[in-house]
């Protein structure tokens, strides 16, 4: 019984090398435009509504979890339900079209609900943007994408609106395959538009479904179509810290297939494998790191997946062209080689915890691999990225993060050098300063150091 279970996970997963809709694909849209008392929007309906049906149907094949003209209960409900369903998916995405406003650099979204008169209702009748990345980045999604179609002016009395900005803060990318995209930049306004859609809306819709565009090429030509029909008033910004190539529609390289279905069956009269051993091998998934394949063997030396294991581990040893795509459908495109994906090339240690470094040609990501005891305190899980930047000529230039439980992730600037055998880089910038309530309060220096550890294998 259990070899015939076997034989049909195999096809299953056989299946999905070909079939998008193996995929699991999850997203949230919401739409939010007729506001009691900060000022009707005309189009966020119609975006969220255009938005959900095109991401369900055709190429994308998404579950969707819409929620329009939601009060700030239906929002959490929408959200509690995307971030449930989106558990270990292999995309997760997020659009937001509303109103939205920034206040002491956080970002607010707006129910139509609310009824804001001071910071106190702010704080209880408004999302934290924070808390939607929060839930992308603890869904464990492979790829992990926000949209955020907000901030067409700032809807608050004066009375409320000590600490704001214009426009929205930028919010970074600060866990490894996630992508962020603003309709505009920061601290700048977005346009609600005069065609049913709004400008950023109507780019996606346009370009979402072609099909072999990697998404960030698909970006750059949705911020050219914004960029145009704004009469350069307006730019799209994106973020992203995406490990591999991601193709929405259609991919130049078909969907890997996990190292489940690379085993043949046992054979008549062979051992049967047990129930957590089969777990341990359908966990690896299409794109396991070499510290699980290890780990698997640490466990089951012996075991199903054993062979295709060891296998691996030769040829993640050999020099590769890149991981495969994150996901992947039917459709085929030529191969784009730029940008290129990034592949993991060494493992760090970072004050007592273990941090990976993925580079490609000039770009440099370090995240955490397996963040030290009491680092989840503050928000920290794998995948948290470290630094974010270019290396040339061992000189570091980029973004930091630091983390805090009130305040999420806060990027800064950093630059610094390697040196010594084996090596040490030393990364230094000036840290912000933050209250409880996230404020800037003024800035400190602050030192990143990673010690070599290994070569990835």
Known sequence: MIRRCVMLLCLF????????????????????????????????????????????????????????????????????????????ADIALVYYAGHGMQVDQRNFLIPVGADIKSRVDLATQTIKLDDISDILSASGAKAKILLVDACRNNPLPASASRGASRGLARLDAASTGTLVAFATGPNAVADDGDNGHSPFAAALLKRLPEAGIEIRRMLALVRQDVHAATNQR????????????????????????????????????????????????????????????????????????????????????????????????????????????????????????????????????????????????????????LFKGSASGGIYRGQAYVFSRECGPISYRVEGSAAGEPPIITLRGKAPRRAKDCAQTGWRDDTLVFRYDSAAR
């Not at 900060?38 to 119609?46: D, E, F, K, M, Q």
């Not at 369900?56 to 579950?63: E, H, N, R, S, V």
């Open 13 to 88: 997963w056989l299946a999905g090398a070909t079939v998008a809709l193996a995929d699991k694909r999850v997203a949230l849209v919401i739409g939010n435009g007729d506001y009691r008392t900060l000022g009707r929007l005309a189009n966020p309906v119609a975006d969220a509504d255009a938005m959900a049906t095109l991401l369900a149907g055709g190429p994308l094949g998404f579950k969707v979890i819409r929620a329009t003209d939601a009060d700030h209960a239906a929002m959490l409900r929408a959200m509690s339900e995307f971030g449930n369903e989106a558990t270990d």
């Open 234 to 385: 307006q730019t799209p910004w994106v973020d992203e810290a995406l490990l591999g190539d991601l193709y929405l529609s259609g991919s130049a390289i078909s969907g890997s297939v996990p190292i489940a279905t690379q085993q043949p069956s046992p054979a008549p009269g062979s051992p049967v494998p047990d129930k957590a051993d089969m777990a341990a091998c359908t966990d690896l998934g299409t794109e396991p790191t070499p510290i699980k394949l290890e780990a698997y063997l640490d466990n089951f030396p012996k075991g199903y997946c054993a062979a295709s294991v060891r296998r691996r581990l030769e040829a993640l040893a050999k020099p590769a062209a890149g991981p495969a795509p994150i996901s992947a459908s039917p459709a085929s495109a030529p191969a784009r080689p730029d940008p290129p994906p990034y592949t993991i090339s060494s493992y760090w240690n970072h004050n007592g915890s273990r941090v990976a470094l993925s580079a490609s040609e000039g770009n440099r990501l370090f995240y955490y691999e397996a963040p030290r005891p009491g680092l989840a305190e503050v928000g920290v899980r794998k995948g948290a990225l």
